[in-house]
């Protein structure tokens, strides 16, 4: 899920003294107390009755306890049990309530609903646009070759390229604006490759369709699917990831499965889930184009297949199909796969990358330096995103900067630079998560609302055009 907030982010949260739950509750809500007034940042923190098995937790935040779409100013999936708040979408002096949605096998089960005040006066709006005055309402990304897809309402909306069906409408044809895929409505995450999409559902199974010449729909065909299908034999998903023409996802225990054209450990691929040998503790699992990479639980990571451009994190060399763990890349908490590099989110805020820096991705001027590095002047980082030849980063005070290859306006910068200087994402404000394909950009703000920049010959930035933007233009929903 590139570029969504995750359990981790904030490593400075407020201490906050844990008491017994008040009631016995499926999902009991500990910090802050209820009616609180809090300094940012905010840590949230539930706890689940024993013997439950929840896969995952859907956290929301709103302004008031209705939990509307245009009250919400986070909606986000976690699989731990506590989730920090990004302080730029925190206003002094507002209230904000929150609950928790646990989802396992059987259904899921809602908290009870607690509330928090922001210390300090309330203050003017600082004049950037920050998506209230926009529909939206959607609350994950998936961005592919030419085609870019949403979860809004229950319901999953793609728009662009479609000439294999990666659209989900039953039809291969093309749309500029968000058209209905056909029967989704408990969607948590979604994942896209070049011309396939797949959507994890609440109880862990997973349906993909698109393209399906290598597997990568996993259904145990080479047939190309209009409409959502389900993959075979997995049921217990909690984290999915695609790229290219191959799909994988973390399951339950903390292994990794992968199917379609590359990193199965086989030669010839699958069309089915294969359990990849040598990963456990996963956390979520990264495709690029022709490697893998997993987060591991404690903050490492592992990485296999092509090597070609350092993608493994240990310089170029021979390509490496059994899981290898990147050397002195500790503290991990958020991982994003491109298409040949990588970028982590570390526990202190900062990011590191490495593999092809051909674009300048990784954030140094040294095209032919692959080993993982810092990305230079950038702290209080909140999640980190890669696409084929870029990259970006969303900040704690709700902005976001990205770097790498600029064609088309992928960088949102107002240009079409290229460059390995982060540069700031202009006129958007209040990034909660941004999600970057092969040339185009998209991104959420607090309060749902998406926009997109880059390239948009396909379609693929849904504003009803055909025209690139170099700066952020919202959704024609």
């Known amino acids: 899920m590139q570029g969504d907030l995750r359990e981790g982010e904030d490593s400075t949260t407020t201490t906050i003294d844990i008491s017994e739950p008040v ?56 699989y731990g049990s506590s989730l920090d708040v990004p302080s730029g979408l925190l206003k002094p002096g507002q209230t904000y309530y929150w609950h928790v949605i646990a989802w396992n096998t059987s259904g899921s089960t809602t908290s009870a609903t607690r509330s928090f005040t922001v210390f300090g006066e309330a203050e003017e709006p600082d004049g ?37 069906g990666q659209l989900g409408t039953g039809t291969t044809g093309e749309s500029t604006s968000p058209v209905l895929v056909e029967g989704l409505t408990d969607a948590v995450q979604l994942a896209a490759g070049d011309f396939h999409t797949c959507a994890l559902l609440t109880g862990g199974t997973v349906k993909c369709w698109g393209h399906n010449n290598y597997g990568q729909l996993g259904d145990g065909t080479n047939e190309g699917k209009l409409v959502p299908t389900l993959v075979e034999d997995l049921t217990d998903a909690t984290f999915l990831s695609a790229r290219a023409n191959s799909t994988c996802a973390v399951v339950s225990g903390g292994q990794v499965k992968c199917w379609g054209r590359d990193g199965v450990q086989v030669s010839s691929g699958s069309n089915t889930p294969q359990l990849i040998e040598g990963v456990e503790d996963a956390v979520e699992v990264g495709v690029g184009r022709e490697f893998f990479c997993a987060r591991i639980e404690g903050g490492t990571v592992k990485c296999w297949g092509v090597n070609s451009s350092g993608e493994l994190g240990n310089g170029k060399g021979e390509s490496n199909f059994t899981p290898t763990t990147v050397s002195g890349v500790t503290g991990v ?28 991705q990784l954030g140094h001027p040294s095209a032919g330096d692959n080993a993982p590095a810092v990305v230079s002047g950038l702290t ?26 600029g064609a088309n306006g992928r960088l949102g910068n107002g240009t079409a630079m290229t460059g390995a200087d982060a540069t700031l994402v202009v006129d958007v404000t209040n990034w909660v998560g941004i999600s970057l394909g092969n040339a185009h950009s ?13 390239n948009n010959t396909d379609g693929q930035l849904g504003d009803g055009t055909k025209t690139s933007q170099v700066r952020p233009k919202a959704v024609n929903w």
């Open 380 to 405: 209080n980082i909140a999640f980190v995103a890669t696409g084929s030849w870029h990259s970006c980063a969303g900040f704690k005070d709700g902005s976001a900067k990205c770097w790498g290859n």
């Open 333 to 360: 908490v958020d991982l994003a796969v491109g298409g040949n590099h990588v970028c982590v989110l570390l526990e202190n805020g900062t990011a590191t990358c490495w593999g092809d820096n051909g674009n300048g």
């Open 23 to 78: 009631a016995p509750e499926d999902v009991s809500l500990f910090a802050p107390f209820d009616e609180m007034v809090v300094e940012p940042p905010v840590k949230l923190i539930w706890q689940t009755k024993e013997g439950l098995d929840f896969t995952i937790y859907q956290v929301q935040v709103a302004t008031d306890d209705s939990f509307t779409t245009k009250s919400r100013i986070l909606d986000v999936g976690t």
């Open 128 to 164: 950037g646009t920050d998506g209230g005055d926009v529909e939206g309402g959607a609350l994950g990304l998936a961005l592919g070759s030419g085609h870019t897809c949403a979860i809004k309402e229950d319901n999953v909306y793609c728009w662009g390229l479609n000439l294999y």
């Open 442 to 454: 998209c991104g959420l703000v607090a309060g749902g609302a998406v926009y997109c920049w880059g």
